[in-house]
């Protein structure tokens, strides 16, 4: 199957479709996929994980589980596998998602590459606190590091945009290299603002994501 350039610009009329309705048998449409919630230390990752956990109650494939110290930090991953149907021009795939988060920790950076290993998608979730630039970028050079020579589709969610203090987006992108401009050609925010601890734009950041993913693996 071929997608053209034309098909992720005119994405919009393309759906992910969460049902559940997914088809055991139907082997054929069935693919799996990896995507990892990756960023600073106590930037919202295991939130977004947590979120995404309850919108998708009914169609998880397992229960989820999170690996955290007594502190509540993320020490290994967070880990689950979701079920969805998606459709495109009246083909319907069968996707399985398993769903991780790194820890932000550096005392743990070992973990991360193991996390990482066979991603197909990365979610990186910045901080909004001014205080956290350094940590942002830090974190932000090592994603694109990793991401790039790999060709493996990632997007930007500025999480904690409701804080009482935030870096303005414009002086964030700025802060990590990023284009000015509010989108890509292909119509994706350059940069996601979210609030995960109300769950406000987390589950449009998976499903843009999801829409990257998608189109990359029938590119290959
Ligand atoms: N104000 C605010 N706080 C948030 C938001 N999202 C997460 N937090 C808080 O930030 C802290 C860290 O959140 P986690 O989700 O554990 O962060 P993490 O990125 O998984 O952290 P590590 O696993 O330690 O790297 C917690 O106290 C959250 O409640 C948000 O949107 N707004
Ligand atoms: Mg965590």
């Known amino acids: 199957m071929e997608l053209e350039q034309e098909d992720l610009e005119n994405s919009d009329k ?26 600073p ?12 956990r ?6 998880k494939l397992t229960r989820g589980y999170s690996i955290e110290t007594t502190e509540g930090r993320t020490l290994w991953e967070d880990s689950l596998y979701l ?21 932000g920790q550096e005392r743990f950076l070992s973990t991360r590459e193991y996390v990482l290993d066979g991603a197909d998608g990365i979610i990186f ?38 804080l009482k203090d935030v870096i303005s987006v414009k002086e ?3 802060s990590l290299g990023l284009p000015l401009q509010e989108t890509y050609p292909d119509g994706t925010s350059v940069v996601y603002p979210a609030e995960a601890i109300q769950g ?3 589950i ?17």
Request: aromatic letters at 16%.
């Open 204 to 220: 449009e950041c998976f499903k843009d994501l999801m829409l990257l993913v998608i189109f990359n693996y029938f590119k290959e």
């Open 125 to 162: 979730i910045a901080d909004s606190d001014p205080d956290k630039i350094e940590q942002n970028k830090r974190s932000f050079r090592e994603l694109v590091s990793f991401a790039k020579p790999k060709h493996i589709p990632y997007l930007i969610q500025l999480n904690k945009r409701d």
């Open 54 to 59: 309850e919108k998708f109650d009914l169609l």
């Open 172 to 174: 964030f992108k700025v």
């Open 83 to 103: 079920l969805f149907k998606f459709a495109l021009h009246d083909v319907r795939f069968n996707i399985i998602c398993h769903v991780v988060t790194c820890t």
């Open 200 to 202: 406000k734009n987390v």
């Open 41 to 52: 230390g106590e930037s919202g990752k295991t939130t977004n994980f947590f979120r995404l």
């Open 14 to 39: 393309l759906k992910v479709e969460v049902s559940e309705d997914f088809d055991f048998n139907d082997s054929q449409n069935m693919i799996q996929f990896k995507i990892v919630y990756w960023g």
